[in-house]
C-alpha cells in the first residue's frame, strides 16, 4: 500500500476484515467484530503466536477505523491507473474484487415465447366463450309449435308409457313440462333451430327425471313430434293439442273408491288437473291420469310394474263400472259406500 495509507503496512482494508468493497457499514462493523474475537490478545495470552495477534488486532482496526473515516479517499485510491509506490515493500498481486451481483438478465426468446403463449390463451378463450355464448343463447319459439301439447311417451328404458303435457308460447323463450305419472316437472329453454326442428334444453325441477335435449317439430294433422327424450334420447311421442279448458278431468260420476273380486281397486278423486287417482293390483299402486273423459265413458293411464297400462272404464245403470285392462282383462267394479259420519 503506498505511503497515503501506509499504516496498513500494504495490506487491503477490506481483504482484512473479509468484505467486499460493496460492503454497508453494518456489515464491517460486524466483520471487525468477528475478527477481533478469533484476533484479540487475550486469545492468544502465553502462546507462540501472541505477537503475531497483537499486530493482527492492531491492523484490523486501522482498517476499520479508515473505512469508518476516510472510505471515500481509500475507494479512490484503489480505483485502477492510479500511481501506487510501495515504502520498503516488494509489489502484491493486484486484489480481486467480485462484482456486484445484478438482475439478471431476460433472455428475449423467453420473453417473445410467454407473450406468444399469453396471446395464443387470450384468443383461445375469447372464442371459446363466444362459442358457448352463442351455443346456449335461447332462441324464440316459432308460432306453428306454440301451445300447449299432450300425449303418451314412449320410452322403453324408463317404465315404458308415460303421459307427459308441455306448453310452449309463440315469441318466448322458455316453455314447461309436466310428467304427471312420475311426479315430474321442468323448464323449457329453446337452444337453437334448425329445418323446422326445435331443440329445447331441458332442466327439471321437480322429481327424480333425468333431464335431456329433446327435438320438436310440427307433424301432419296438426301434431307435434317429439324425439330425443329422457335416458338414451330414446324417448318418443306424438302429442296433440290441449283444448283451452285444460287437461281432461273426471266427471263426478266417477268419484270415489271402486272394488272387484279380482282384488283390484281404483280410487277416482277431483284432484290436481292431469291426475284422476290411484290404481291397486295386489300390492302394487299406480297413479292414473285420464286420457279422455265424457260423461259415462273414460280412458285413464297407469304407469307402473304390475299395475301400469291403460284402462277403459264404462259406468252401467247398476251403477257398476266395468272396467277393461289392456293386457289383463274385463272386470266389473262396484262403488265402496263411505263411511257413516259418527262425530
Not at 136 to 149: E, M, S
Not at 153 to 179: C, F, K, S, V, W
Request: glycine share 14%.
Amino acid at each position: 500500500m503506498g505511503r497515503r495509507f501506509a499504516e496498513l503496512n500494504g495490506q487491503d482494508a477490506y481483504e482484512l476484515l473479509g468484505v467486499t468493497a460493496d460492503a454497508s457499514p453494518d456489515a464491517i462493523k460486524q466483520a471487525h467484530r468477528a475478527q477481533i474475537r478469533v484476533w484479540h490478545s487475550d486469545q492468544h495470552h502465553g502462546s507462540a503466536d501472541f505477537a503475531d495477534a497483537e499486530a493482527k488486532t492492531r491492523l484490523l482496526n486501522v482498517a476499520r477505523d479508515i473505512l469508518a473515516t476516510r472510505r471515500a479517499e481509500y475507494d479512490a485510491y484503489l480505483r485502477p491507473g492510479r500511481a501506487e509506490v510501495e515504502v520498503d515493500r516488494e509489489p502484491r498481486p493486484p486484489r480481486f474484487v467480485a462484482p456486484r451481483p445484478g438482475p439478471k438478465p431476460r433472455p428475449v426468446l423467453t420473453a417473445v415465447l410467454g407473450m406468444m403463449l399469453l396471446l395464443a390463451l387470450f384468443v383461445a378463450s375469447w372464442f371459446g366463450g363466444r362459442q358457448q355464448h352463442t351455443a346456449v343463447r335461447p332462441v324464440a319459439v316459432p308460432g306453428d309449435l306454440a301451445g300447449t301439447w299432450t300425449g303418451l311417451l314412449n320410452h322403453p328404458g324408463a317404465g315404458g308409457t308415460e303421459l307427459i303435457r308441455i306448453e310452449l308460447h309463440a315469441g318466448a323463450q322458455a316453455g314447461a313440462e309436466t310428467l304427471p305419472l312420475s311426479g315430474c316437472a321442468g323448464s323449457l329453454t329453446p337452444a337453437h333451430i334448425s329445418g323446422g326442428e326445435l331443440v329445447l334444453t331441458e332442466r327439471i325441477t321437480q322429481g327424480g327425471c333425468v333431464a335431456g335435449a329433446p327435438h320438436v317439430r310440427a307433424t301432419s294433422g296438426g301434431r307435434l313430434a317429439l324425439t330425443g327424450y329422457g335416458p338414451g334420447a330414446a324417448g318418443t311421442a306424438s302429442l296433440t293439442r290441449e283444448p283451452a279448458s285444460g287437461p281432461p278431468r273426471l266427471p263426478a260420476a266417477f268419484f270415489g273408491k271402486w272394488t272387484g273380486r279380482n282384488g283390484i281397486v281404483l280410487t277416482l278423486v277431483d284432484g290436481t288437473p292431469g291426475l284422476a287417482g290411484t290404481v291397486t293390483w295386489g300390492r302394487r299402486t299406480c297413479l292414473v291420469a285420464p286420457l279422455s273423459a265424457a260423461t259415462r265413458r273414460a280412458v285413464l293411464l297407469a304407469m307402473g310394474a304390475g299395475c301400469g297400462g291403460t284402462y277403459d272404464l264404462v259406468i252401467t245403470g247398476q251403477p257398476a263400472l266395468v272396467v277393461h285392462h289392456r293386457g289383463s282383462g274385463r272386470a266389473t267394479l262396484h262403488r265402496v259406500p263411505p263411511s257413516p259420519w259418527t262425530g
